[in-house]
């Protein structure tokens, strides 16, 4: 439905998948491949429930932290990568990327996603104060070829106030809404990359449902995806 999934249309990524038949499959790079396939996500939060429907099969290793779920990381996970063409629920926006879920939301696992090799870090989370430590787990990550995207924050402060999306290194992600005007609550600065859909997004939560969420956690996602 365009109506509910208008995140996934406000960022035309039904245009991308137009390389791809009716199954899911196009070229890329002279081999048959899905919408992000051969792409490693992490999805750095609480957990995700890695037995839901939509999500199982983009999973990068099923038994990869899956004694932990949360509903943030769920949503989140979703709207990176559930499943197309599966008759189910939503569709994520690489829907053929294989998802890493980490359960726990700190500088640690950032690093962790990096080694494990993970070529996107999505982290839709964060605190107003300064870390080194996250920092530096951050540069690490980015050294060794990982883009890490981060959300912006949701106080309507500038977002330099605002770890990890203040961090260089990150690409930092704001909130539009449906009429794509600037999210109220959505932090702002010179340090925003970029802004997504993230207000009344449905997406994957954890037992085999579905549910809206709203904010920059739900935008960055976005970015992530595509």
């Not at 998948?17 to 199954?23: H, P």
């Not at 063409?85 to 690489?94: H, I, P």
């Not at 770890?163 to 600065?189: C, L, Q």
């Not at 997504?196 to 709203?214: E, K, L």
């Amino acid at each position: 439905d365009p109506t509910e999934l208008w995140g996934i249309f406000r960022i035309q990524a039904e245009e991308a998948w137009d390389i791809f038949d009716e199954d899911g499959n196009g070229v890329i790079d002279g081999e048959e491949k899905k919408p992000g396939q051969d792409v490693i996500v992490a999805i750095v939060d609480n957990g995700i429930d890695v037995n839901h429907e939509d999500l199982r099969d983009n999973l990068w290793d099923s038994n990869f932290n899956a004694d932990r779920s949360s509903f943030h990381g769920t949503h989140t996970a979703g709207t990176v990568a559930a499943t197309g063409n599966n008759e189910l629920g939503v569709v994520g926006v690489s829907w053929g990327a294989s998802l890493m879920p980490m359960d726990r939301i700190e500088g640690e696992k950032i690093v962790e996603a990096a080694d494990l090799g993970a070529d996107i870090i999505s982290n839709s989370w964060g605190f107003d104060d300064i870390s080194r430590t996250i920092e530096d787990a951050v540069d690490y990550a980015t050294s060794v070829g990982a883009v890490v995207v981060t959300s912006a924050g949701n106080r309507n402060i500038d977002v330099y106030a605002h770890t990890p999306s203040m961090i260089e290194n990150t690409i930092s992600v704001a909130n539009f809404d449906y009429f794509d005007h600037k999210a109220r609550s959505s932090n702002w600065g010179s340090k925003i990359d970029v802004a997504a859909p993230g207000d009344y997004i449905i997406s994957t939560t954890p037992g085999n449902q579905y549910g809206f969420a709203g904010g920059t956690s739900m935008a960055a996602p976005h970015v992530s995806g595509a």
